[in-house]
């Protein structure tokens, strides 16, 4: 079975910007987390959604969206980049929320 | 808030068991405890999880205090693979978050 995958894995922006990240769940899991991952501030949760719906919200602005297709694939998006929003975002798949969560590599951004 | 304490850094030799642990004093009694490790530029792996009895699978052991503040990740064989950062991460019952720790830097030497 495949694993997680992101796309792309590495991204470089500059401020005001937007971005979009895309994450393909392994096949059959419906739930698909969203962490960002900091040196200063480690992994944070941003959302999850299952069955198209988000389900679940962290402590981040508005600025940080994000949606699931019927298909399970899941996009995140940032706009009006900041400098701090540089971080790994890391998806991870599951068969219905939070039990064993299967992570992707993560997409590398870098805000300049 | 929900939050786990866990060592910055800990080292280990090869074949040697390792404890990794964890006070994670403010848990409710319906949160469960997870384990997950990062190897460098990966993105993180499930090693094991548990509520209130200790836990066992082929990649570690977990022992959960009486009275749940804290619990311990065992390796019984450590190899150099295992070499990762280690999270002691909360399952909020209530609202089904993670909660992640900092995270243990576990090294290895042969």
């Known amino acids: 079975k495949a694993g997680v995958t992101q796309t792309p894995r590495y991204l470089i922006k500059t401020r005001g910007q937007q971005v979009t990240l895309s994450c393909s769940p392994i096949?059959?899991?419906?739930?698909v987390s969203w962490y960002q991952q900091t040196p200063g501030q480690g992994l944070q949760f941003l959302f999850e959604?299952?069955?198209?719906?988000?389900?679940n919200k962290g402590n981040f602005p508005g600025r940080f969206s994000g949606r699931q297709f019927s298909n399970s694939r899941s996009e995140m998006n940032v706009s009006t980049l900041e400098l701090g929003d540089s971080a790994l975002y890391l998806c991870?798949?599951?068969?219905?929320?939070?039990?064993?969560?299967?992570f992707g590599p993560g997409t590398r951004l870098l805000v300049l | 808030d929900a939050k786990t304490t866990q060592p910055n850094s800990m080292e280990s030799n090869e074949e040697e068991p390792v404890h990794l642990p964890c006070n994670h004093s403010?848990?409710?009694?319906?949160?469960?405890i997870h384990w997950y490790r990062q190897l460098p530029s990966q993105g993180p792996e499930y090693v094991i999880h548990?509520?209130?009895s200790n836990v066992n699978n082929r990649m570690a052991s977990l022992a959960i205090a009486e009275d749940r503040k804290s619990s311990t990740l065992i390796l019984h064989r450590a190899t150099l693979r295992d070499a990762a950062v280690y999270y002691c991460?909360?399952?909020?019952?209530?609202?089904?978050?993670?909660?992640f720790g900092t995270g243990t830097r576990l090294q290895v030497f042969p």
């Open positions: 991460i909360l399952r909020l019952y209530n609202t089904d978050k993670l909660i």
């Open positions: 548990g509520l209130t």
């Open positions: 403010t848990i409710s009694g319906t949160d469960y």
């Open positions: 096949s059959g899991h419906r739930s």
């Open positions: 959604y299952f069955s198209e719906t988000q389900r």
């Open positions: 991870a798949s599951s068969l219905r929320g939070m039990e064993t969560q299967y």
